[in-house]
């Protein structure tokens, strides 16, 4: 089997160990992975601020980046939610406005093969165990974009469970936003600064080593409070701890 990585803008600049894990990690499975050069950003910043039109070109972009693979993977829930909730709704507000079905035929095409990286996992290769060691205690955040808008379930955490070494233990409060949002951090950011405080509350109560989740937007939220309040916890993408190994774990 033959997938495509949507690797994301985010975690191209600022998180590039979460790609190279989710390839490290499909490889072992007997997927081989490509990775097309022309993506770009999926045009959610734009999209969420107001500024529809200038989403569009990076609709047309995107859909001609994975022309042709039937597999398009994501460790983002985020971006794959922009993709197959969005995309279909900017084609037809373009429709409405009378300038044809071009980006309508872009989003049916792309959106149906676009898959979040658990759901690709569980859902097509049929696997929650993936050989995967990490001897660590770790709670599991659910983003917003992956719960609510994707409906990922249980996936996750099945996924975790499975892992060798590794104690999953509940965070409270865990289907609460932890107060991130993209652009909702920065225009409100007094009210964001507190729901991540709250967030980082719950996961520090439960003594847990690592704080994981399966969007690094979020997870740079929550980061960046721990850092200033000076925990131990530690953050990392879900992706990280299923490609890990006795013999190649995270670094």
Do not use: W
């Not at 089997?1 to 985010?10: E, N, S």
């Amino acid at each position: 089997m033959r997938v495509a990585l949507f690797v994301t803008c985010v975690n191209d600049a600022l998180y590039p160990q979460t790609g190279i894990a989710v390839v490290r990690l499909l490889e072992r499975l007997g997927v081989d992975v490509d990775f097309p050069a022309g993506q770009s950003c999926c045009g959610q910043p734009q999209y969420n601020t107001g500024y529809r039109y200038e989403a569009e070109p990076l609709v047309r972009r995107t859909a001609a980046a994975f022309a042709g693979h039937e597999y398009v993977v994501t460790p983002s829930g985020s971006c794959a939610a922009m993709i197959r909730e969005h995309y279909p709704r900017i084609g037809r507000e373009a429709e409405r406005e009378g300038r044809g079905t071009e980006l309508t035929e872009a989003a049916r095409s792309l959106a149906p093969r676009v898959y979040e990286l658990t759901e690709f996992l569980v859902d097509v290769l049929g696997v929650t165990d993936v050989g995967a060691h990490f001897p660590h205690t770790v709670t599991y955040h659910p983003s917003c974009h992956g719960l609510r808008g994707l409906g990922l379930g249980d996936r996750p955490r099945r996924l975790l469970a499975a892992v060798r070494g590794l104690d999953l233990v509940e965070l409270p409060g865990a289907q609460e936003c932890c107060g991130f949002g993209g652009t909702f951090a920065v225009k409100n950011p007094d009210v964001s600064t507190a729901m991540g405080a709250d967030k980082i509350a719950a996961a520090a109560g439960t003594g847990a080593e690592v704080l994981c989740g399966a969007d690094n937007s979020c997870l740079a939220h929550l980061g960046g409070l721990l850092r200033r309040a000076d925990s131990p916890l530690r953050i990392l993408h879900l992706a990280e701890i299923l490609a890990a190994t006795e013999e190649e774990p995270p670094t």
